[in-house]
């Protein structure tokens, strides 16, 4: 991961960044005038800058991916050492958890797009790290992106929605980041089966019906 980065602070961004911590927080069907107070200023210039709940939406699904893009491409191309040293940062990730949280416990369209979207940056930043070396290459890189994508994104909503503390979503991802390096490092580094006989079966068997 890599540090957030450092946004200017013009109305827009203020609003868009209040609009991602309050959906995150509350839910999508929190309303425009929520989301002024939270970011201090006047319905009216929500709607002014993104012409609409909707448009608002739209800007913040975008920049949380760019932000999930950007940490998860930094972690393929940094060292082992700074790639856990950057745990240390997991608590400046607790608006956008939230945000994609509830994003996928709503559904929807957007729920979908972003999906979709997440896949195609995995598929990405996993090219990244085999052509740098750090991963090994796959007989189908975009089911290995949309089953990686699929397992952390279930992973993170079943944590977030039994960690004790409700909504307080910086402890959750916390203990999650403090919980999971372990068992995923040695799952992914070592492997889990000890020989391939289960893998050539299934390979054989895809090859023949």
């Not at 060292?79 to 996928?104: C, R």
């Amino acid at each position: 991961m890599r540090s957030i980065r450092v946004d200017d602070q013009t109305t827009r961004a203020r609003i868009r960044d209040a609009a991602i911590e309050v959906f995150g927080r509350d839910g999508f069907a929190t309303g425009v005038r929520a989301i002024a107070t939270a970011a201090g200023v006047s319905p009216g210039l929500v709607n002014h800058h993104f012409g609409s709940k909707n448009g608002l939406r739209q800007v913040c699904d975008g920049y949380v991916l760019d932000v999930v893009r950007e940490s998860k491409s930094g972690a393929m191309s940094a060292s082992p050492a700074g790639t856990i040293a950057q745990l240390a940062e997991i608590d400046e990730y607790a608006p956008y958890v939230a945000y994609i949280a509830q994003s996928f416990t709503t559904g929807g369209t957007f729920a979908k797009q972003m999906f979709e979207n997440m896949v195609d940056d995995t598929a990405a930043y996993l090219e990244e790290g085999v052509a740098n070396g750090r991963l090994k290459p796959s007989r189908d890189p975009r089911a290995r992106a949309k089953f990686l994508t699929q397992q952390n994104v279930g992973g993170m909503l079943l944590h977030m929605r039994m960690a004790p503390g409700g909504t307080d979503f910086k402890s959750a991802l916390r203990d999650l980041a403090e919980s999971i390096p372990l068992p995923a490092l040695e799952l992914y580094t070592e492997g889990l089966f000890t020989d391939d006989a289960t893998l050539t079966a299934y390979l054989h068997h895809r090859e023949t019906t």
